[in-house]
């Protein structure tokens, strides 16, 4: 008999908690904020709302299906079965936060606080749960956007996939030395960093450098097979060059880079507690990911 299907409830602790865990009280909470010209009042609502999401959330899973939920910052450690139905509860961010350990199960986003998030991806309400779930796990699997993902992947076979960037670079964002090849182009460079995104990451970071540098070319869409790339602040000195420093990468595709800094990161959507760590003479080849976000719609 096969096992019923799983809902993977996933969540952020609300800024409400941080404070309690910091303070210890809630009166010790207000006294700070009020301190700094803010009311834990909305706070204490927000979490509020969060807290009344998940209960709907959880309440809409079908009676014979299995359900469990994951902190965000347990993510990294939670291991999701190819059958789930992931129910992401929070902000747009979360969705990105979570897709990066997936592979291929379907995504629900639910938005817990409506005009405070801009729905990109938590597009739904938590009434919208119970129907959702069902049509994820029907035959036809429900209606999904197929959002296209960034990977990175060392000469080691550490990888690492993103939904909206990569960044590579060092840690504390200082210089970074490094070799950069695409095509039959290729140059030595310092900088403070190499962005490679997707049309999903195109309303984010990614969308700041594209302003600055002018935006003459067209970002991708959230599903077009299509990633843009981009370095950060690069110096021109008689060893390292400026020539290569934006472009776009089709699905086939490589932006190759190999490390002349003792250390440099790679992580993706701003998760840089999960990083991969590379070294002198390392290469990392970074383009278009075969694994997708598959998102209700």
């Known amino acids: 008999m096969s096992l019923a299907p799983r809902a993977v409830l996933v969540y952020r602790t609300t800024e409400y908690e941080e404070l309690l865990a910091r303070h210890g009280t809630h009166g010790q909470a207000e006294f700070f904020l009020s301190s700094r010209g803010r009311s834990v009042a909305e706070v204490f609502e927000r979490h509020q709302r969060t807290g009344r999401a998940l209960r709907d959330v959880a309440a809409a899973v079908p009676l014979r299906w299995r359900q469990t939920r994951v902190e965000r910052a ?5 291991l999701f079965a190819p059958q789930d139905v992931v129910v992401v509860v929070g902000q747009d961010g979360l969705v990105a936060n979570t897709a990066k350990y997936l592979a291929g199960q379907p995504v629900v986003g639910i938005d817990t606080d409506p005009g405070r998030n801009p729905g990109v991806l938590v597009r739904h309400r938590p009434g919208d749960a119970g129907r959702l779930l ?15 993902m960034v990977e990175a992947v060392a000469d ?17 964002h200082q210089t970074s030395r490094y070799h ?3 095509r039959d182009g ?12 997707t049309g999903t990451g195109a309303t984010g970071w990614l969308r700041s450098l594209w302003l600055e540098r002018g935006g003459s070319s067209p970002l991708p869409g959230p599903s ?21 420093v934006e472009g776009t990468l089709a699905a086939a595709e490589r932006l190759a880079l190999t490390v002349e800094s003792d250390r440099l990161v790679a992580f993706g959507d701003g998760m840089e507690s999960d990083a991969i760590e590379l070294t002198w003479g390392q290469t ?10 598959r998102l209700l719609v």
């Open 74 to 78: 347990d993510l990294d450690r939670f």
């Open 186 to 197: 290729a140059e030595a460079q310092a900088s403070s960093g190499v962005l490679v995104g």
């Open 224 to 244: 077009e097979r299509r990633l843009v790339w981009y370095v950060r602040e690069a110096w021109p000195s008689p060893a390292t060059g400026t020539s290569l």
């Open 134 to 148: 069902r049509a994820a796990a029907s035959q036809g699997g429900g209606t999904t956007d197929e959002l296209t």
């Open 180 to 182: 950069l090849g695409l």
């Open 284 to 293: 990392v080849r970074l383009g278009v990911s075969d694994t997708s976000l």
């Open 156 to 172: 080691d076979t550490q990888r690492i996939v993103a939904l909206n960037e990569i960044y590579l670079g060092r840690p504390g």
